[in-house]
Nanobody, 122 residues
Framework: QVQLVESGGGLVQAGGSLRLSCAAS????????MGWFRQAPGKEREFVAA???????YYADSVKGRFTISRDNAKSTVYLQMNSLKPEDTAIYYC????????????????WGQGTQVTVSS
């Protein structure tokens, strides 16, 4: 049974930083790509960042230069370092695992975590 557990969300002021973590279990972590998506109230879930098995990274334009995705295969954990946070970054952040190709697409991912709330105050 694949499980993904996110942590690290919280309330932060605009301009601040948070680091999200997602611990995975139930499959060979290093064999799969990992991604972060987010969903704000009343909006669709959107792609944030992804990292492939060979550590190639991909970012949404809205977070490029502010967010950094990384992975630690020894710990089966993926991270999302979020700097210079803005109120529009407020959302529930989900991690997911993918054996697919186009990591920007929601459908490329087969397992999802429960999400962690990030709230950025102005």
């Amino acid at each position: 049974q694949v499980q993904l557990v996110e942590s690290g969300g919280g309330l932060v002021q605009a301009g601040g930083s948070l680091r999200l973590s997602c611990a995975a279990s139930g499959r060979t972590f290093s064999s799969y790509a990992m991604g972060w998506f987010r969903q704000a109230p009343g909006k669709e879930r959107e792609f944030v960042a992804a990292i492939s098995r060979i550590f190639m990274t991909y970012y949404a334009d809205s977070v490029k230069g502010r967010f950094t995705i990384s992975r630690d295969n020894a710990k089966s954990t993926v991270y999302l370092q979020m700097n210079s946070l803005k109120p529009e970054d407020t959302a529930i952040y989900y991690c997911a695992t993918s054996g697919g190709i186009n990591l920007r697409l929601h459908d490329a991912y087969d397992y999802w975590g429960q999400g962690t709330q990030v709230t950025v105050s102005s």
